[in-house]
């Protein structure tokens, strides 16, 4: 296969549709919309359906129905859209219904919204946070499996860089296993007036008039879900880890910038590594202990007040080393990371934490 020259929200989109998604619909909000121009010029083409949305409520709902259906669904936004999507996001997760959902944020401040979530209940949504335009590929393609294997809602969570960079890609399908059959809860539309008509409502499920499991019983079952997904589904990379004595945790676009600044700083005779969880929820706790366990550095780089350092401060091996050292970071359009994004900027910050003594530590 010959490399393409796509931009990230083009190879994105190819991967959605190579994947099966037959159905997208969203509201143009930058970065998300060049995501949903390229649905709605290659999708029809497939045998697919790409609709715009008058809003985001609106476009939630519309691939709430479609996923009931069994379809592989999916929508998106950036993440002032998605915070109008959360009532619909949670309905998915607690009527089980699988859904792919594209962040294209405008930075790194949708980290709690991704990963703690806006809706009602217990519910949690797996987020896979994508270094590059070839790891988009495969984290779409992964997560469309994850939401019809797990019957859920999940998040790519994606960024101005990934959505408007260029690069020479070649996209291939990816085989992830088998999947369990939507035949015992998809609606097709055939068992209406027959008595076996169905209801995606999990506690009501089965014929009409016929008790269901009852709301506690049923959200029980939902969590227990969350609980085995969280065990199961932690995704890590760590770089230069082994003998590092400073770590350096960072998610997302930005661990390119902080991953230069290791070889950098490693030249220059610091034992520098990195961390970076591929999956922000469920966060990869047993990685990060075993990572951090004998650092003296454990330095947090997020574009943002500080979110995921929770989470570090939480998992860590050694709460005592952890400092954040990144912070809000955004361009004058508030579209796109501002100067923060900068490898002169990590490695500056990386040498200062270091560098300051203990007792003045935050």
């Known amino acids: 296969m010959t490399p393409r020259l796509l931009q990230g929200s083009g190879a994105i989109a190819d991967a959605a549709i190579l994947a099966g998604c037959r159905f997208f619909t969203g509201y143009p909000m930058l970065p998300f919309t060049e995501l949903l121009e390229e649905m709605a010029r290659k999708l029809p083409a497939a045998g697919g359906v790409c609709i715009n949305a008058q809003s985001e409520i609106e476009a939630v709902n519309m691939a709430l129905g479609a996923a009931a259906t069994g379809a592989r669904a999916a929508t ?26 594209f962040n294209m944020a405008r930075g790194q401040q949708d980290y709690f919204q991704s990963t703690r979530g806006g809706g009602w209940g217990d519910y949690r949504t797996i987020t896979l946070a994508p270094k590059d335009i070839p790891e988009a590929v495969a984290h779409t393609q992964l997560l469309f499996h994850l939401a019809d294997r797990y019957r859920t809602p999940v998040i790519l969570y994606g960024d101005y860089v990934i959505a408007h960079t260029s690069v020479g890609i070649e996209i291939e399908a990816l085989d992830f296993g088998p999947l369990p059959p939507k035949d015992d809860w998809a609606l097709d539309g055939t068992m209406s007036g027959t008595g076996r008509a169905r209801q995606t409502w999990t506690w009501a499920r089965g014929k009409p008039n016929t008790p269901g499991p009852g709301p506690s019983a049923a959200w029980e079952s939902i969590a227990e879900k969350y609980a085995a997904i969280e065990r199961s589904e932690q995704r890590f990379e760590t770089y230069r880890s082994e003998d590092a004595d400073i770590l350096v945790v960072s998610f997302g676009t930005t661990s390119v910038f902080v991953d230069r600044v290791v070889d950098e700083l490693r030249e220059e005779g610091l034992a520098v590594g990195s961390f970076r969880p591929i999956t922000l929820w469920p966060f990869p706790a047993e990685g990060l202990a075993e990572a951090t366990h004998g650092c003296a550095h454990v330095l947090v780089y997020e574009l943002n007040a500080g979110q995921m350092v929770d989470d570090v401060r939480m998992y860590a091996a050694d709460r005592s080393v952890i400092r954040s050292i990144g912070g809000v970071s955004q361009d004058d359009s508030g579209m796109r990371q501002g100067d923060l994004l900068n490898a002169d900027e990590v490695r500056q910050r990386v040498r200062q934490a270091v560098a300051t003594p203990a007792s003045a530590r935050q």
């Open 76 to 101: 998106g936004s950036c993440g002032q859209g998605i915070s109008l999507m959360q009532e619909g996001i949670a309905e998915l997760a607690l009527n089980q219904l699988p859904l792919v959902v």
